[in-house]
């Protein structure tokens, strides 16, 4: 009888164990997915780009398990044509917890007008995915659409200005249906803040021209990082956009 007690207790607690180490091994942390957020897809979020020309994205990415691998994939609407698929398996992205991903991708030359889906994955080292999801517009230029060519932002191309100063600009600009106005942009996102600046004068009619003017940049101008939009517009209304980022503008 006592052997039997004896075997029926020690059996108890076998079984009790097994269920607390059970519950242990279920109370452990997991870790969480990758997280995405994509907060510019296009120049200011406009989730618009142009064929044959980069595709701006910015956004913050966390993974708990360390960053593997990003990939990158742009389709037809109906998911049927992939007409880009870009991927990040080496580099700072990788291997790192939290990350600001800045990347320009190319939109192939040739690629026809219409809605697209761009699909951006993270995945970590435990394998667990994260998925984030957009529509993008891709535009096509206009036949004979202006040609620009920034050469120089900033003296020696320093990419920098003062506030309260001039900031030095030269381009070459073809436009065989000839210049109508051309306009340049600087805006800081962070402080909200943008100045325009518009140009006809010795440009209006050309269809060549070199563009060389020194910007006055406003004494109130913030501190920090901007973007330069570099805008020719023809007689036809046709326009072309370059861009140019990280001009520093410091003040005095």
Not at 28 to 49: D, H, Q, W
Not at 84 to 92: E, R
Not at 192 to 206: C, N, S
């Amino acid at each position: 009888m006592k052997k039997n007690l004896i075997f029926t207790i020690a059996l108890l607690l076998g079984v009790f164990a097994s269920l607390l180490s059970s519950c242990d091994n279920e109370d452990e942390p997991k870790v969480t997915k990758p997280f995405i957020s994509l907060s510019e897809i296009g120049e200011e979020n406009s989730k618009t780009a142009v064929a044959g020309k980069d595709l701006h994205l910015e956004g913050e990415l966390q993974a708990e398990g360390l960053i593997e691998r990003i990939e990158l994939t742009l389709t037809t609407a109906d998911k049927k044509t992939t007409v880009l698929a870009q991927s990040w398996t080496d580099g700072k992205y990788i291997g790192v917890r939290n990350t600001l991903f800045h990347e320009h991708v190319n939109i192939p030359t040739g690629t026809p007008a219409g809605d697209y889906l761009l699909a951006f994955t993270v995945t970590d080292q435990t394998g667990q995915s994260c998925v984030f999801t957009s529509d993008l517009k891709i535009e096509v230029p206009a036949k004979g659409a202006p040609v620009i060519k920034i050469t120089e932002v900033g003296k020696g191309n320093s990419k920098t200005a003062v506030a309260g100063s001039e900031l030095h600009l030269e381009a070459e600009i073809n436009a065989s249906k000839k210049i109508a106005e051309i306009e340049v942009e600087l805006h800081n996102s962070a402080a909200k803040y943008e100045k325009a600046f518009k140009f006809t004068g010795k440009y209006l009619g050309e269809t060549s021209a070199h563009f060389h003017e020194h910007l006055e940049i406003p004494a109130d101008a913030p501190a920090g990082k901007y973007h330069l939009h570099f805008t020719v517009t023809d007689t036809e209304n046709n326009s072309t956009t370059e861009e140019v980022e990280e001009v520093q503008i410091t003040s005095k």
